[in-house]
């Protein structure tokens, strides 16, 4: 049997490495570790603390060694971060719309604008890699190389990997580590494990699963993490869609790349500007300079329900506020009922806000009573943006200029224990190359789950701008707080 030896160790600072910053802690932490002795010692653990005792009592000299010894040995481990903490730069990736200049009629295809991107090294020799962040979503994946893919410098190469290792179809990952998925895992021609993955915007992927190493911050998992190699990615835009190199899952599953990495918690910022997007924190976030959080517990159902999503980040939704007026709504309607439908998830993989038609309705009335006099409804009833949106306003841009936006009613999302307040520009969102006249128009960025055959309730990454959102696991709770994400971002040492 092996014997274990206890020790604390206080560190500051770690070297930066390219674009993932460690953090530089302006306050001392201490970090407790087991380090192994050999299997075939004939020292005891109660020896070996005894003759440590020994030393530092009569050997000063020894004293010192030990310190100089614990701050420049780090604990390992092969297959948990649990005790580092790693910031990485966001950068956002705009999907372009029609330009044509026409005024649309039609329900626009839901699709997502914007997204979150991370960048990280797979591989040996290490490929770079730019990765939506999806809180939604589990499996990570790849869009791997094919030779009939017009655009493969931007993919992922498992060829050019020494460590790329395919998992078979017969192997516990896939029979038994894949239950959570909405389409069940196959076998292949090769026998190897095929994932269909689809998403709420009717764009799908689809590939192998494999073991991969993933390069994150000063060390490197030495056990290789499941992902998707996939083959196939199909979307509404076929374009766009060979400019998604890849999804990092983040949700609760056992294979998404937060569990398999052993974070116990993580965060994000958003600041919602082009010169600073934010940052993904991994780790602790325990800082002398952070406002204190509000926390709201996770939601867990562990009954299978066809409408319930057992892996996502469930919050309870208790109301909903317009400049401080809570809306008259049921609590009934906010809870998950038999089926699992009415499910509140916070998904950094969503744009915007989708609530049920009933909460929808009430939040629409009110923020339009509430704004009459002040904005002009564009009145096109033919057009519903982005499919799901259909509260929109003509503004000049003399409107825009003389802080129109600012003066909006705020939207607060009440949960238990804490809140989401949105205010000023976040409620608008322009639709892009729409104008008439001299207006252009903006839509209400709440939409309607019901439109997108969605029976959820969905917090998306536009509502969440300037708030620090920690995802804390061990305590299955999410953590909240009004931030300025540039300035926490130049305080964790990032430059925008």
Not at 127 to 135: A, F, G, P, R
Not at 334 to 360: E, K, R
Not at 455 to 469: D, K, L, R
Request: glycine share 6%.
């Amino acid at each position: 049997m092996k014997s274990l030896i206890y020790y604390c160790q206080t560190f500051e600072k770690i070297e930066n490495k390219r674009d993932i910053f460690p953090v530089e802690k302006k306050e001392q932490r201490s970090h407790c570790c087991f380090s192994e002795l050999a299997p075939n010692s004939q020292t005891s653990l109660a020896q070996t603390h005894f003759l440590i005792n020994f030393l530092i009592m009569h050997h000063p000299l020894f004293y010192l060694l030990l310190i100089l010894f614990i701050r420049t040995n780090q604990c390992s481990s092969s297959s948990s971060y649990s005790s580092q903490t790693l910031v990485l730069p966001l950068k956002t990736r705009i999907t372009p719309t029609d330009n044509s200049g026409h005024r649309p009629t039609d329900k626009l295809h839901f699709h997502h604008n914007v997204t979150l991107t991370v960048t990280l090294t797979v591989g040996t020799p290490p490929q770079n890699i730019s990765m939506v962040i999806d809180t939604g979503s589990e499996l990570s994946w790849l869009r791997c190389n094919r030779t009939s893919n017009p655009n493969p410098t931007n993919n992922f190469d498992p060829t050019l990997s020494s460590s790329y290792s395919p998992i078979p179809c017969s192997s516990p990952t896939c029979r038994t580590r894949t239950r959570d998925f909405l389409i069940p895992a196959s076998c292949d021609s090769d026998k190897l494990c095929h994932a269909t993955l689809s998403y709420a915007d009717a764009s799908s992927s689809e590939g192998n699963l494999a073991a991969e190493v993933f390069h994150i911050g000063n060390s490197t998992n030495n056990s290789s993490l499941i992902f998707g190699c996939m083959g196939s990615v199909s979307g509404s835009d076929p374009e766009e869609d060979s400019k998604t190199t890849g999804l990092l899952g983040m949700n609760r599953g056992s294979l998404s790349f937060i569990s398999q990495m052993g974070f116990p918690k993580f965060s994000y910022c958003i600041s919602g500007t082009d010169d600073f997007p934010g940052f993904l924190l991994l780790g602790d976030s325990n800082f002398t300079w952070l406002t204190p959080l509000n926390y709201t517990p996770l939601i867990r159902i562990s009954t299978p329900l066809p409408y319930f999503d057992r892996v996502a980040y469930t919050v309870q939704l208790t109301g909903i506020k317009v400049n401080g007026k809570l809306l008259p709504i049921p609590k009934s309607v906010l809870v998950p009922d038999h089926t699992g439908a009415g499910q509140t998830m916070v998904d950094s993989g969503t744009q915007f806000t989708f609530l049920l038609g009933p909460v929808y309705t009430a939040l629409r009335t009110e923020f339009l009573n509430q704004t009459n006099g002040t904005l002009t409804v564009y009145d096109e009833p033919d057009f519903v943006f982005q499919g799901t949106m259909d509260l929109c306003y003509l503004i000049s841009p003399v409107r825009i200029r003389t802080g129109i936006l600012h003066r909006l009613p705020s939207v607060s999302l009440v949960f238990e224990g804490a809140e989401i307040a949105v205010s000023g520009q976040p409620l608008l969102y322009r639709v892009p190359h729409l104008t008439v006249g001299n207006d252009s128009v903006y839509c209400f960025t709440f939409g309607n789950s019901d439109l997108m055959g969605m029976e959820a309730y969905v917090i998306g990454h536009h509502h969440q701008q300037n708030m620090w959102i920690e995802f804390d696991l061990q305590r299955s709770r999410i953590g909240l707080a009004p931030v300025q994400c540039d300035v926490s971002g130049q305080r964790l040492g990032i430059e925008s």
